[in-house]
């Protein structure tokens, strides 16, 4: 094992922990299995002997005995494989449920703050096959190496009650073939092995980057570039995997020869005291039988120290974002709001890496309830900071901000964000249908309120138009909607939501100007009565959902007009 093996061990243990007794259970099954097979082979070259000599010589032998014995031994066999497999898979399936289950539920707090250097790719082949990677550890780890111990040491115990020196030589070649090899195959492979994991990893994000660029990619004639990037990462994961298989192969032909090996020095001792008279040659013939038989559950060991490296790597992967620290800690009960907070920003101080510029630099800023303000500058001025900071997306390092006379510190972010509804720039929906859509900002909400929302966004049409209505299925990031029904869907669902403040993240970018108009009308319906918090690079016809603009520069709030005087100023810049 390398140096971090052993915590990575215990941490193993301890996720599998819940299903401890599916774990024993599995592992007990696998036992009997092996000593039954251990016990078929030996048991039977001792009776198949023993009757040739019964035959040869005229004496008579008691059968019946020995054939119950073997046939029980078949049972066991047979039965106890069956029984292990179901046993041993119900309970690497449920563990690794509960891990993907409590994996999951530790990235949700993480989001957006700590899992934003992590692509898409990443986190899934984390979530995913990180986690099935895990299952080698107790199906072809920890079983095998439990089962060959026992299998090996019962073995012993029945060679020494004949033999010592059999014994002996048993218990070498055992450790030769299932120490010295597998400690052997588990140095070479190590450096491929994890190395393939990560490249596997690699390679999904640029399969990944292929699919959702394709377009890109074919305008500037980059394809033959990407196409270049995978098949070099696919050949070198190609040659590492190849690298472990021939390994594994090398070692699987290596345990046969420590076998046979084993097996001849054992009848030569053997064949010496059958010479002497002191052994009958059926228990020769047994002897040497149970020795290859014990070989037998020796043989996966090879095979499973070579994954190993790969297993640890995927292990250390996964509870690398386990142990990850998210941005906030929450507290376990939120202070009371108002039914309309103000907001305030203190000193506030953002920046997203420690050798980054600062994102919002000492920006101080108040919002009264009902304010209707539009927060303007140049792209990194910083508009985006303020709502990453306002949502509990990202900490502060310096400074606080305050919602409704509550520092965020002592607000849990559930209850801040269901008061703050935010029509972001760009709107996602999920291949489910519009009524799904809809729900996800309010899942009780009844018909009526989902009527009035989609009236006051100026959806009815376009409702009435769906084939299916309401069920209708919106496609893979709402492929089949345009982009202002898409935005107009977005005000509805944040009417639904029914919060007392109101973000609009650049709501008409990229919008055509009939269809900017259209949603003008929703916004307007949907900013009444609410404290909305514009954010926009440039004014323009937005002016009229604001009553005050508040201008960043750098990071900093430069200064703050009137609408009007914005306007004005803007014109003037625009002429000039």
Not at 269 to 279: D, E, I, K, P
Not at 308 to 335: G, K, N, Q
Not at 395 to 413: I, M, N, W
Request: with cysteine.
């Amino acid at each position: 094992m390398t140096r971090g093996s052993p915590p990575i061990l215990r941490r193993l243990l301890s996720v599998l922990y819940p299903v401890r007794r599916w774990m024993l259970g599995g592992a007990g099954l696998a036992l009997l299995a092996a000593f039954a097979a251990i016990g078929l082979m030996a048991v039977s070259g001792w009776f198949i002997a023993a009757m040739a000599v019964a035959g040869a010589t005229g004496v008579a032998i008691n059968y019946y005995t020995p054939a119950a014995a073997i046939r029980a031994f078949a049972i066991l066999r047979s039965g106890g494989r069956y029984a292990e497999r179901v046993v041993t898979h119900e309970a690497t399936l449920r563990g690794l449920s509960g891990l993907r289950t409590g994996l999951f539920r530790r990235l949700i707090p993480l989001a957006p703050a700590r899992l934003a250097a992590l692509r898409s790719a990443e986190l899934f082949a984390r979530l995913r096959s990180d986690i099935d990677a895990l299952e080698h550890f107790y199906l072809a780890v920890l079983i095998p190496a439990a089962v060959a111990v026992l299998s090996v040491a019962a073995a012993g115990v029945v060679c020494f009650v004949v033999s010592p020196a059999v014994a002996g030589v048993l218990l070498l070649g055992a450790a030769c073939a299932g120490v010295g090899l597998p400690w052997w195959l588990r140095r070479r492979a190590t450096a491929d092995a994890a190395q393939a994991v990560r490249d596997a990893a690699a390679l999904r994000g640029l399969l990944l980057d292929a699919f959702r660029g394709h377009a890109e990619l074919l305008a500037w004639n980059a394809v033959g570039s990407q196409r270049a990037r995978i098949e070099a990462l696919a050949g070198r994961l190609d040659s590492q995997r190849t690298r472990v298989e021939e390994l594994e192969a090398a070692g699987g032909a290596s345990t046969g020869l420590f076998a046979q090996l084993t097996s001849i020095v054992v009848i030569a001792v053997a064949l010496s005291a059958v010479h002497h008279g002191r052994w009958s040659p059926p228990l020769l013939v047994m002897l040497s039988l149970l020795v290859l038989a014990a070989f037998e559950v020796i043989g996966p060991l090879t095979e499973a120290l070579a994954k190993w490296p790969a297993t640890r790597t995927s292990c250390a992967r996964v509870f690398e974002l386990i142990d990850t620290p998210p941005a906030f800690v929450e507290p376990e009960c939120s202070a009371p709001l108002p039914a309309r907070p103000a907001i305030v920003f203190e000193q506030a101080c953002l920046r997203y890496a420690d050798d980054l510029p600062w994102a919002l630099d000492d920006v101080d800023l108040s919002l009264l309830p009902g304010a209707r303000v539009a927060i303007v500058g140049a792209s990194g001025a910083g508009k985006s900071s303020l709502l990453a900071a306002l949502l509990k997306f990202y900490p502060l390092q310096k400074g606080r901000v305050l919602f409704g006379g509550q520092p965020l510190a002592q607000l849990h972010g559930d209850l801040l964000r269901r008061n703050v509804a935010v029509i972001a720039q760009q709107t996602v929906l999920f291949d489910q249908s519009l009524l799904d859509n809809l729900l996800l900002a309010a899942p009780d909400a009844d018909a009526e309120c989902i009527e009035r929302a989609i009236a006051r966004a100026q959806l009815t049409s376009f409702v009435a138009s769906l084939p299916q209505g309401y069920d209708t299925v919106l496609g893979d990031a709402g492929a089949r909607v345009s982009g202002g029904e898409a935005r107009r869907i977005a005000v509805a669902r944040a009417l639904l939501q029914d919060a007392p403040v109101m973000v609009l993240d650049e709501p008409t970018e990229g919008l055509d100007a009939r269809t900017a108009e259209d949603l003008y009308a929703a916004l307007a319906e949907a900013a009444c009565d609410r404290t909305v918090l514009l954010i926009t690079h440039r004014l323009g016809s937005l002016a009229r959902l604001v009553d005050e603009v508040v201008v960043m520069t750098a990071g900093r709030v430069s200064e703050r007009l009137g609408v009007q005087d914005y306007l004005d100023r803007e014109r003037g810049i625009s002429r000039t």
